[in-house]
């Protein structure tokens, strides 16, 4: 933090004050908004993040330390039994993941930065926003978020990604282009402003903001934390500037629990529509209730986090009862579907690299009409995966097991033939080391990552208090079975012995998973539409209230059928410059930046 705000965490903690704003969430959303109103009022603007922060190193590898990477809600009252990074949601029809931590989904997502189509924004979405309104907004995100596409290898073998090549292959025989897709993944601070070529990998320098990261090391785990900060998370570029320079107050651990609005003598009065400001309550790990005031609140905990809050203090606590009806309408799951292709007879390594680095269009680029749109892009895996597949295999097949075990016998007799007739033995293993680990299951497997343009027609709700989904999944049927058929294609192509769809897919289960829950807080131009104003001087702002403000995947009235994380910080991009009056840049007010 800059020596001017050195003091202010203390005085915070000591002496409650009434702050500018206070950010529920630090995704994409979050994270931009946070960066955004600290540099209009310096120190003056708290975020709250339920989850932990995420230094070099810190992300779990062992089993031991997966079994606690999970979040899971707690009791009022009671501490947290488990405050990890991954929150995984089953409900009807529909299953989702999203992350808990400070940079929200960035912590895990696959890093793709991609800007709707501009059919997308048709007319379910408010007449504000369109493609063309977006573009300086998607522009100055990408730049910050240092988005570009992987390397060439040129003849660097440590660059060479198997994979991309075998879906470029796919592409051009299904009649389809594979084009590279831009990344928030550090190659170096030079790369990313396109001033000289990748750093080598693994070294380290400082990033624009200040921040050091790691020039990419292609480990693959890009899905499940990146332990050298090679990717370009929230926490080292907007919530890095946020805090450092701006003075940003950030509170981990700290789930919120209520909004309500004050009274004109500054007290918690339901009846109020935020003129005086608010109180926002949270608790801790420990389960300690805690409060803060502020003059303006934004809600950006994600889809799922951003509903459920807004849905209790609707319907359960009663502090917000002027929330629109439309509260909760709209969701999609972004069509996503993943499938698998395994024992192809092409290389695929899909443990290498980062976790994806191309698409191949289905008519999401370019809709063809009365078709599914959609687009596949390649993925990876952690090697350490690769290895647990690979434990479990003779348990799945028998004949793995002899075929491994047949082998294994053939060195050695071989071996012994050889030391008796000629007397060579050179005593080494690795012959014996080769044969027994090569022609793996893994490396002739692939990952496959559809999403596309669904229904959006899912409604989030409370049930007990908690939130759930009704997800009328027939509607977006169509979708589904273009993309499964596209996955046997695939097969077919690969040469492999099996195809299976994500595994909740299979009856009588039949459920989706989305790791892009998106929409319940619809944008629109009057809350018979939807829950937030996209009207100028109002942008982002919850109907029925002043200063309150949403800034998250909640917001988009469809599905982009596009990874939605570029639209989601063009958006809250958008919505911050009408709150500050400023006009948003890439040096997010760090000099030389
Ligand atoms: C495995 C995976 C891969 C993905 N890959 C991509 C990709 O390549 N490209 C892409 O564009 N998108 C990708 N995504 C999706 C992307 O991560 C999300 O769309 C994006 O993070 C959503 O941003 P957001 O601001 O809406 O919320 P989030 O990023 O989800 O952030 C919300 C934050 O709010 C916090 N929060 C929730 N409730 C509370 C509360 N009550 N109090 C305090 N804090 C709270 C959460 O802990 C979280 O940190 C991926 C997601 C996953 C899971
Ligand atoms: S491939 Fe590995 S080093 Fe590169 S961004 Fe992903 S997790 Fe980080």
Same mark, same amino acid.
């Given at each position: 933090m800059s020596t001017m705000f050195a003091g202010l965490q203390g005085e915070f903690m000591t002496q409650k004050r009434f702050l500018e704003a206070i950010i529920v969430g630090s995704g994409f959303g979050g994270a931009v908004m946070c960066c955004r109103l600290a540099m209009r009022w310096p120190g003056e603007v708290l975020l709250l993040e339920r989850g932990k922060r995420y230094p070099k190193g810190s992300f779990a590898r062992s089993p031991h330390d997966f079994a606690a990477n999970f979040w899971a809600p707690a009791e009022d009252g009671q501490a947290r039994k488990l405050n990890g990074l991954f929150d995984i949601r089953n409900y009807r029809r529909m299953d989702s993941v999203v992350s808990a931590g400070l940079g929200g989904g960035s912590l895990i997502y696959a890093n793709v930065f991609m800007p709707a189509p501009? =059919?997308?924004? @048709? /007319?379910? %979405? /408010?007449? !504000?926003?369109s493609a063309t309104t977006l573009a300086p907004y998607y522009r100055v995100a990408q730049s910050v978020l240092a988005? +570009? #596409?992987? #390397? /060439?290898?040129e003849g660097d073998a440590r660059r060479t990604i198997q994979r991309t090549s075998l879906y470029a292959d796919f592409a051009r025989a299904d009649g389809r282009t594979s084009r590279a897709a831009d990344i928030a993944v550090f190659f170096g601070k030079g790369y990313a402003s396109r001033q000289s070529g990748p750093l080598p990998l693994g070294e380290q320098e400082r990033n624009r903001y200040g921040a050091t990261q790691t020039s990419c090391t292609y480990c693959g785990e890009c899905d499940v934390g990146c332990n050298v900060h090679a990717k370009n998370t929230l926490d080292l570029n907007y919530l890095f500037a946020a805090e450092k320079q701006h003075g940003a107050l950030v509170e981990t651990g700290s789930e919120v629990t209520r909004i309500t609005p004050l009274s004109e003598a500054g007290e918690p009065d339901s009846t109020a529509d935020g003129r005086y400001g608010y109180r926002v309550d949270y608790r801790d790990d420990a389960g300690t209730p805690l409060h803060a005031l502020a003059r303006r609140v934004v809600v950006a905990a994600g889809t799922l986090g951003t509903n459920e809050l807004l849905l209790r203090c609707r319907d &359960?606590? *009663? &502090?917000? #009862?002027?929330? $629109? !009806? +439309?509260? @909760?309408? *709209?969701? $999609? @799951?972004? *069509?996503d579907f993943l499938s698998f292709v395994s024992g192809g007879t092409r290389a695929a390594d899909p443990t290498y690299g980062p976790v994806i680095t191309q698409f191949i269009d289905y008519g999401l680029q370019q809709p063809t009409p009365g078709q599914p749109s959609f687009m596949l892009e390649d993925a990876a895996y952690p090697a350490f995966a690769a290895w647990y597949v690979e434990g479990l295999r003779p348990a799945a097949g028998l004949s793995y097991l002899f075929n491994r075990i047949a082998r294994t016998f053939k060195v050695f007799k071989q071996r012994w033939v050889d030391q008796l007739f $000629?007397?060579? =033995? $050179? @005593?080494?293993?690795s012959a014996y080391a080769h044969t027994a680990l090569q022609g793996d299951l893994s490396y002739r497997s692939s990952v496959l990552l559809f999403m596309g343009q669904d229904a959006a027609d899912g409604t989030l709700h409370l049930h007990r208090g908690r939130l759930a989904l009704d997800w009328p999944q027939s509607s977006s049927r169509p979708l589904y079975d273009a993309i499964v058929a596209c996955g046997k294609r695939f097969q077919q192509f690969a040469g492999a012995s099996t195809y299976f769809p994500q595994? &909740? %897919?299979? %009856? /009588?289960?039949r459920n989706n998973i989305t790791v892009h829950p998106l929409g319940g807080c619809a944008l629109a131009e009057e809350p018979a539409h939807g829950v937030v104003s996209s009207l100028p001087g109002a942008r982002g702002q919850v109907f029925g209230y002043q200063r309150l403000y949403v800034a998250d995947g909640s917001l988009l009235p469809t599905g982009v059928g596009a990874n939605p994380s570029a639209t989601i910080a063009a958006l809250a991009e958008w919505i911050a410059e009408d709150i500050t009056g400023m006009t948003p840049d890439d040096t997010l007010g760090v000099p030389h930046a």
């Open positions: 501009a =059919w997308v924004f @048709g /007319p379910r %979405w /408010p007449a !504000q926003i988005a +570009r #596409p992987v #390397p /060439p290898a &359960t606590l *009663g &502090t917000l #009862p002027r929330l $629109s !009806q +439309r509260l @909760g309408h *709209g969701f $999609s @799951g972004n *069509g $000629s007397g060579k =033995w $050179s @005593g080494s293993m595994p &909740t %897919w299979a %009856w /009588p289960v």
